[in-house]
């Protein structure tokens, strides 16, 4: 061995002194590799978990937010109807509901004995109504009675008694020509309860102005009207009956009549007329404005 040939051996002795012993490495190498966890696994997992939650309170959150006018299900938006409100859950024998109206935010419910829906509009006869939005009344001299626990007074004129108390809203009941009056009126008042279900459907429109009122006796008996001062449109399945010469005239493509300051015209099943001191031409214009409900909701009256 010459000397170059023992200074490599020399170097590569003192290499291998320095190299670690391979034993851990090889070790190492036979262990199972762990899978790298997938970032973008973790990412798409927590972005779902965070669309769940979400979604989850959006969910809850719907159930006690109130219907919006564009839900199926929405709850009475403009002319879809006008929600009654309350209504009594005792009354006198015989007693039946002959009349509705909704005007300027006051709810008014009468019922009359059967058969007598005409009691409503000549102001006169037994009747029970309930009302509700009213302004509150002058109640200086009333007497003081509690109804549902609640403070409240009664006046007794005539043969009328009137009872109103607050309860989320100024509440009144009246009771017309009716025996004891008193204890009636009182009675029908701790009767009054909420009413969600009933819903006032003006049976037609004038301008965009519904009907105030409706009432009769049954699907063959009833009228809707509203004053629009100083001309009062009526809508009736029966023929009005006015005196006098009738002069005929075609309107809303039919034939239609003139008597004094009356103008009626059948349409359908239904007779419209219009009443009031102006000229003829001014009636018919406002008949030919009136937008009729297909099918009016008759199912309440004389029950």
Wanted: proline content about 7%; charged content about 20%.
């Amino acid at each position: 061995m010459n000397d170059t040939e023992q200074l490599v051996k020399d170097a590569l002795g003192k290499l291998a002194e320095r190299t670690p012993h391979p034993g851990p490495t090889l070790n190492a190498l036979r262990r199972k590799r762990k899978r790298p966890r997938n970032v973008f696994m973790i990412a798409a997992a927590g972005a779902a978990a965070v669309a769940v939650l979400i979604f989850a309170g959006v969910i809850a959150s719907d159930r006690y937010a109130p219907p919006s006018g564009n839900d199926a299900a929405a709850a009475l938006v403009p002319g879809n109807g006008n929600a009654l409100k309350y209504a009594p859950h005792w009354l006198p024998d015989g007693f039946v509901e002959g009349h509705r109206s909704v005007e300027n935010g006051q709810v008014v419910r009468t019922w009359v004995p059967t058969g007598a829906a005409e009691n409503v509009v000549r102001g006169s006869g037994p009747s029970i109504s309930v009302a509700s939005g009213s302004r509150q009344l002058d109640t200086t001299g009333w007497e003081d009675v509690t109804v549902r626990g609640l403070k409240g007074r009664l006046q007794l004129v005539g043969q009328v008694a009137t009872v109103e108390w607050k309860a989320q809203e100024t509440l009144v009941v009246t009771v017309d020509s009716v025996a004891d009056l008193r204890e009636t009126a009182l009675r029908v008042a701790d009767s009054v309860r909420a009413d969600a279900k009933a819903v006032y459907q003006p049976v037609f429109r004038v301008n965009g102005k519904q009907a105030s009122e409706m009432g009769g006796n049954g699907p063959a008996d009833w009228f809707a009207q509203i004053n629009l001062q100083p001309v009062r449109v009526r809508v009736s399945p029966q023929a009005p009956q006015v005196d006098g010469t009738r002069t005929p005239i075609t309107l809303r493509g039919g034939q239609a009549f003139v008597v004094g300051d009356t103008v009626a015209v059948q349409d359908g099943n239904v007779w419209i007329v219009a009443t009031g001191s102006v000229p003829v031409p001014d009636l018919v214009s406002i008949i030919d404005k009136v937008e009729l409900l297909p099918s009016p909701d008759t199912s309440w009256l004389g029950r």
